[in-house]
């Protein structure tokens, strides 16, 4: 089964800009990976901030974006703020099943 | 407003089955994917995997042996059976939506915690 990798930490500087990235051991990801993010709080559910690499549903804060970037999915934050401090995890799909990223946390300091 | 909801033992014995129902409130749970997710204690997700309410199963490679998922509509309802288990498998087990384009993990449950243990 593929490996998805993430950063395992990051930090942020409120109102910063960072980028969280999702790797596959299979080689470049691609839109054909259907790349999803969610965001965890403690205690909660995910929630699905990007489907499909880019797409937001309608509770998606506009600061967040996803998209391709160097053969790996992204996750852009754009303008942190400090509710933003979670566990974000990626989702990849291999033909019929999919793999979850090992989760980035995301420190907002 | 639409709410899934996990049911089933908090507390289940090693080598015993693991039997989880996932009750759709609010919307029909026909013509779509459902899959069962679980995170043990301060750890990642784990895909389990999903069944669509044709029939059409995808299993985690990892678990295919030990999983068996079945959907309900006349109850509205998808479960999941998983074999064999072992302190492996104690974890918060979610249920989502988990379909296509904006019908992909829109819907998740509140996840319930079980428990292997003897």
């Known amino acids: 089964q593929a490996v998805v990798t993430q950063e395992p930490s990051l930090t942020v500087s409120p109102g910063g800009t960072v980028t969280l990235t999702c790797d596959s051991s299979t080689g470049a990801v691609t839109s054909g990976h259907y790349p999803y993010w969610f965001q965890q709080k403690p205690g909660q559910a995910p929630r699905t901030l990007i489907y499909d690499t880019t797409n937001k549903h309608s509770w998606t804060p506009a600061r967040f974006s996803g998209s391709l970037l160097g053969g790996k999915a992204a996750l852009t934050l754009s303008g942190a703020q400090p509710e933003d401090e979670a566990e974000y995890y990626c989702l990849l799909s291999y033909g019929g099943t999919r793999v979850f990223g090992g989760g980035t946390k995301l420190t907002v300091l | 407003q639409v709410q899934l909801q996990e049911s089933g033992p908090g507390l289940v014995k090693p080598s015993e089955t693991l039997s989880l129902t996932c009750t759709v409130s609010g919307a029909s749970i026909s013509s779509y994917y459902w899959s069962w997710i679980r995170q043990p204690a301060g750890m990642g997700l784990e895909y389990i995997g999903r069944m669509h309410t044709t029939g059409s199963t995808n299993y985690n490679p990892s678990l295919k042996s030990r999983v068996t998922m079945s959907i309900n509509t006349s109850k509205n309802q998808f479960s999941l059976k998983l074999r064999s288990l072992t302190a492996a498998d104690t974890a918060v087990y979610y249920c989502?939506?988990?379909?296509?384009?904006?019908?992909?993990?829109?819907?998740w449950g509140r996840g319930t915690l079980v428990t292997v243990s003897s």
């Open positions: 989502a939506r988990d379909d296509y384009g904006d019908r992909s993990f829109d819907l």
